[in-house]
């Protein structure tokens, strides 16, 4: 997934003092992590800690897949930064990290170097940074998670939303019928009147999308989270920067792009990643066009006092598609979001 050049908007980054480099960073080179999260105030003398860690440690264990979460969860306590599971593997965990709505917790089976520190990571849509938001994989797929009923529930959300994104990707059933209509006058005053109308029913599903998937980057966008999560730990080559605009195909398959709010439209929850969902369904919905449409039209020309032409059109799409996302672009205007989505075919 990667980023067209995007105008700048009236989002001003405001920069946090240094964190620990796992809190944007679980997954490097050396060493494979999980973040667990919980409110920084418990009705428990030290709550928070555990709490935060037993998630993080449940995270752990479903990716490896392990069995007796429960019976290894209850292992932990505020004060052990290693434990041992019951086969043998030793789970070592960071010192917990608090800020005013958030305490985290990282867990993994390396030991953990506490001591790095690193400066908050800005999305940079207009720069393309950090680089992952620009660099088109078959394996990863984004997150995206705003405001949360409670703010230690970003995080997951933003796994939560990479797995809905996810299942679109993966296999999507498009039922769908569009009618588009076209009318041209001229009345006896030589007046012209062009008009098009495009409307749509139908819906697309999703599959369900059932594999693990491991967060390893993250970045904020004012007050939402972008985390980049992988289907497996393998990392499979970055593609070149391509300006996908100018592409119709790659490799021999179809690029298509899908749209959601240049009308102005908003999401009815008005969060951004909605807007991302509705997109690629928009391009999921062009892709299945590409594969079939049966299509029906009639036309109408009528001499009264002027001209006037009236074409109609009903177009009827059902297919199921899957597409490799390439690259998202985001446009703020008057303070909502405008997504565009380029999708790649997948036979």
């Known amino acids: 997934m990667g980023c067209q050049t995007t105008p700048k908007t009236d989002i001003k980054p405001v920069q946090k003092p240094p964190a620990p480099c796992w809190l944007q960073s679980p997954v490097s080179q050396n060493q494979v992590g999980f973040i667990g999260t919980a409110a920084p105030l418990s009705a428990t003398q030290y709550g928070s800690i555990i709490a935060s860690r037993q998630r993080a440690l449940t995270s752990l264990i479903t990716h490896y897949k392990l ?137 697309v599903t999703a599959s369900k999308f059932e594999n693990q998937l491991l967060m390893t980057n993250s970045c904020n966008y004012g007050s939402t989270l972008f985390a980049n999560y992988q289907f497996s730990e393998k990392v499979t080559p970055a593609m070149r920067t391509i300006n996908w605009r100018d592409k119709q195909l790659f490799e021999g398959k179809s690029v298509v792009l899908g749209n959601f709010g240049e009308n102005g439209t908003i999401a009815p929850d008005n969060l951004l990643s909605s807007a991302i969902k509705y997109a690629i369904r928009d391009a999921l919905v062009e892709l299945a066009k590409v594969k079939g449409v049966e299509v029906s039209s009639n036309s109408t020309l009528v001499q009264n006092n002027g001209r006037y032409y009236l074409s109609h059109a009903h177009y009827s799409i059902k297919q199921t598609v899957s597409g490799r996302l390439l690259d998202i672009q985001i446009n703020y205007k008057d303070g909502l979001p405008n997504v565009y989505v380029w999708l790649l075919e997948e036979r």
């Open 67 to 203: 069995p007796l979460i429960e019976l290894e969860t209850n292992k932990v306590t505020h004060t052990a930064s290693k434990i041992t599971l019951n086969n043998g593997k030793e789970v070592y965990f960071s010192e917990p990290y608090s800020t005013a709505d958030t305490l985290y917790s990282y867990a993994s089976t390396t030991p953990i170097k506490t001591n790095e520190q690193c400066n908050e990571i800005q999305c940079n849509f207009v720069q393309c940074q950090p680089s992952w938001l620009c660099q088109g994989t078959q394996n990863s797929v984004i997150g995206v998670s705003y405001y949360t009923a409670f703010s230690h529930q970003k995080l997951p959300m933003s796994a939560q939303n990479a797995r809905t994104l996810a299942g679109y990707l993966a296999q999507a059933r498009v039922n769908m019928n569009e009618q588009l209509s076209e009318s041209f006058k001229i009345d006896d005053q030589a007046d012209k009147q062009h008009a098009f109308k495009l409307s749509r029913q139908g819906d």
